[in-house]
């Protein structure tokens, strides 16, 4: 298989401080059809935690970024953090002394690569591509395909990557195992989390694409590095124990995916907060819960964009409450968060047109 080209595109500009800001559609726009439901309520508390004064930003249209391409994932490095485009662009951003330096990878044409993280041995990003193969892209940007050794007739991606040190744990789009286990060369060492009551095929039978089911378990980061999986249905949170083996997790981490699992109201709700007043704002819940990061050693979940009717968008954020859960609106500038990760030091988001780049240190507390 032949390795996608690499086209490295290389600028230097100066790290500004503060947020950059994106569009942000019209609370007509981001409501859609007028839902068959209206909840009101009081005014959530507002934040500034992921774009506070201290952090830097930088738009992508001056890293090179064509106009259009969908920021879909953000992962983090000891030295760089990685921005994954749709259809099929890697972008690496280092910064120094009030600088950033930015390289990109290019897919081949009509490829789409699917999911993002970086391996905590070496430094690597991986990409997950949509032909059921990982693409490894080193620190000294040298790229290699990997490709997956398991009987999967036709094509396949993974929607979600977390690299450990003890393997790859993947979640497939749509799989009747949830999550699998890989080794660096790409041989399947185990799968768990089974989406459904079909017996898996022989060894010796290939899967087809059209027996798959789609997942209710989401792959996630715990605080502390360790792979995590919730199962949305019986509401239960795992991790594994870096050899393959899948144990109950944290109860008070899993109160907080069991609480916000429970405050998912039906799909024709509209919530508005502050009505006429100057703060109001609207948000439709359609059972989106986005990036899982931990702020401090805190969970947070991105929630749904929220439109304001004065003009722009917050975010909305679901977080830890002892075992429970409470909302909180992040203030981006007007600008909607889309992906968020963090190490314990550090964190980094993306908006639709920058990346945001902070320190624990200097950003707030949860509210």
């Given at each position: ?275 006429g007043k100057r703060d109001e704002a609207w948000y439709v819940n359609i059972g989106f819960v986005g990036d899982l990061f931990w702020w401090k050693g805190k969970p947070v979940l991105l929630g749904p ?29 007007g600008a909607h968060i889309l992906a968020v990760t963090n190490t314990p030091t550090q964190y980094a988001a993306v908006t639709w047109d920058a990346i945001i780049l902070g320190d624990f240190a200097t950003a707030p507390d949860l509210p």
């Open positions: 298989m032949r390795v996608p080209q690499l086209y490295l595109l290389i600028g230097v500009l100066a790290l500004t401080a503060g947020c950059a800001s994106a569009p942000s559609p019209s609370p007509t726009a981001a409501l859609g059809k007028p839902p068959a439901v209206v909840q009101t309520g009081p005014a959530l508390p507002r934040a500034t935690l992921i774009c506070q004064e201290k952090a830097a930003a930088a738009r992508f249209a001056e890293l090179g970024v064509t106009k259009g391409e969908e920021p879909i994932a953000v992962a983090l490095s000891k030295d760089a953090a990685y921005v994954l485009f749709r259809p099929a662009r890697l972008l690496r951003v280092t910064h120094k002394n009030g600088k950033i330096q930015s390289e990109t990878a290019l897919g081949k044409e009509g490829e789409s690569w699917t999911a993002l993280d970086v391996d905590p041995l070496d430094g690597s990003a991986w990409v997950a591509t949509d032909h059921l193969t990982l693409l490894r892209i080193s620190p000294e940007w040298k790229s290699k395909v990997v490709k997956i050794q398991s009987k999967v007739e036709g094509t396949g991606s993974f929607q979600r990557l977390r690299i450990m040190p003890d393997a790859i744990y993947a979640a497939p789009s749509c799989a009747e195992a949830a999550i699998w286990r890989l080794d660096r060369n790409g041989k399947v060492l185990g799968t768990a989390f089974s989406n459904s009551q079909v017996p898996l095929p022989a060894a010796s039978e290939p899967l087809k694409p059209g027996e798959m089911r789609c997942s209710f378990v989401r792959l996630e980061r715990g605080a502390n590095g360790e792979a995590l999986a919730w199962d949305a249905q019986k509401k239960t949170l795992h991790q594994a124990d870096g050899q393959g083996a899948w144990t109950s997790a944290d109860p008070a981490n899993a109160g907080f995916f069991k609480a916000v699992e429970d405050a998912q109201p039906n799909m024709t709700v509209a919530k508005g907060m502050a009505i964009l929220t439109a304001r009717s004065a003009g722009g968008a917050d975010t909305l954020l679901l977080v830890s409450n002892g075992e429970g859960m409470k909302e909180v609106l992040e203030n981006c500038y």
